[in-house]
Structures are given as structure tokens and as C-alpha cells.
């Protein structure tokens, strides 16, 4: 019942800016960690930014100092703002959620379906 939609990629030229939108919805208790990863053509899927329920934030460093992760918890959605984008930025870029649907379970980790991003001139 969980479902994750994403929201925001396009083509860019570099140096320029995107915004990238994940909502969560369905059968909802709680959200951990919430965190966007990406996967370019012919590379694993990596790490590109994580975000608590707290607001703690964690990035990688390819993306350090440009893109910026946050929530809004009554919306059950995170953001990523890509700032000075770079052609090695290029990838599909996937958000995810763990999340609890019910007090006693522990938390379960669900993804969206990818949105793709791509930086070139």
C-alpha cells in the first residue's frame, strides 16, 4: 500500500538547477530515513543523499556543496536541489523511504520509480 511517486527530472545544460520531488502515500505510521539515490547507464546504483526524521542530512561526495536534501513531514515528501549540475551527474535518480505502517512493525524500505535526469550541452 506504500507507494513512492517522484517528480522533476528533465534535461538541463550544465551549471544549471534542478528539483526533484518523492511523495509518499498509502498506509502510513511513521517515515524513518528518507534518501535519494541514482544510477547512470552501465554503473550500480549509488548513495546521493540522506535525510532522517530529524532533519539530520547526509550527502556524497561527488555532490557535496551543490545539491541540498530536505522533508516536509506533513507532506510526507523529500526534496533534492541539484545546484551546478555537472555532465557525470547524468543518471536515473530514484528516492526512497523506510517506512512503518503500523506501530509494532519495524521499518520497511520502499522506492520509487525513478525519474531521469540528464546534463548536457
Known amino acids: 500500500q506504500v507507494q513512492l511517486v517522484e517528480s522533476g527530472g528533465g534535461l538541463v545544460q550544465p551549471g544549471g538547477s534542478l528539483r526533484l520531488s518523492c511523495a509518499v502515500s498509502?498506509?502510513?505510521?511513521?517515515?524513518?530515513?528518507m534518501g535519494w539515490y541514482r544510477q547512470a547507464p552501465g554503473k550500480q546504483r549509488e548513495l546521493v543523499a540522506t535525510?532522517?526524521?530529524?532533519?539530520?542530512?547526509n550527502y556524497a561526495d561527488p555532490v557535496k556543496g551543490r545539491f541540498t536534501i530536505s522533508r516536509d513531514n506533513a507532506k510526507n515528501t523529500v526534496y533534492l536541489q541539484m545546484n551546478s549540475l555537472k555532465p557525470e551527474d547524468t543518471a536515473v535518480y530514484y528516492c526512497n523511504a523506510a517506512v512503518t505502517r503500523r506501530w509494532f512493525e519495524s521499518f520497511s524500505t520502499y522506492w520509487g520509480q525513478g525519474t531521469q535526469v540528464a546534463v548536457s550541452s
Open positions: 498509502g498506509t502510513i505510521f511513521s517515515i524513518n530515513v
Open positions: 535525510i532522517t526524521s530529524g532533519g539530520s542530512t
